[in-house]
């Protein structure tokens, strides 16, 4: 298995574009989470998907953060506008049930200038 | 509240030295535990989990975590560790009534040669 899979690895974007970061889970998965990695806030759960439903938006900072699960394996976090508050590295990870481990992507290192 | 601690956000190993890193939960029901190690520039990768049955779990990469539920502490060891170690670690704990991991802020291995 390729494991999680996101994309672009890097962006780096000017203040006010629209940011959209992309995800394939592990095949099989039926839970996936979008975090966020910083160094003052360390790792955040912005929201949790299970079987392709969002069960916790509860993370999402703010409305220009918008996250969509089309089907089982595809996942959007979308920034809109975006802030240079936004700069992170965002993180996505599938699980194959609730209460047992995540397995995580790359992550996608943003920059907004 | 639930919460995980980890009390060192830096250690400093010699190689060949071993090695333990703390952590600490308080969480109401039975607690499923993990922990985590990031490399720079990488996603987070699963070295261990706890769910239950024998409290020592031997993990990949040469670690072992013992779980103790008298003290709250799920610790990571390691015998004798290797310039490649150096990395950020984190301890996560959930449980079966709950869908998502709460992690500790992190600690960071500095190997001295």
């Known amino acids: 298995d390729a494991g999680v899979i996101q994309s672009p690895r890097h962006e780096v974007t000017e203040m006010g574009q629209e940011v959209t970061l992309r995800c394939k889970p592990i095949s099989g998965h039926n839970s996936l989470f979008w975090y966020r990695q910083t160094m003052m806030r360390g790792l955040e759960l912005l929201i949790y998907?299970?079987?392709?439903?969002?069960?916790?938006d509860s993370g999402m900072p703010e409305d220009r953060f918008s996250a969509k699960m089309p089907n089982a394996s595809f996942s959007t976090l979308k920034i809109q506008p975006s802030e240079p508050r936004d700069s992170a590295v965002y993180f996505c990870a599938s699980s194959p049930r609730m209460n047992t481990e995540a397995f995580f992507g790359q992550g996608t290192r943003l920059t907004v200038v | 509240a639930q919460s995980v601690t980890q009390p060192d956000i830096h250690i400093t190993v010699s190689e060949g030295a071993s090695l333990e890193l703390r952590c600490n939960y308080s969480?109401?029901?039975?607690?499923?535990l993990f922990w985590y190690v990031q490399s720079p520039g990488q996603g987070l990768q699963l070295l261990l989990k706890y769910f239950s049955g024998d409290t020592l779990v031997q993990g990949i990469k040469g670690f072992e975590a013992e779980f103790k539920r008298s003290q709250s502490s799920f610790n990571l060891r390691k015998p004798s560790v290797h310039w490649s170690d150096a990395a950020e670690y984190f301890c996560a704990v959930t449980s079966d009534s709950n869908y998502q991991l709460i992690w500790g802020a992190g600690t960071k291995l500095i190997i001295k040669p």
């Open positions: 998907f299970n079987n392709n439903v969002p069960i916790d």
């Open positions: 969480y109401g029901a039975t607690p499923y």
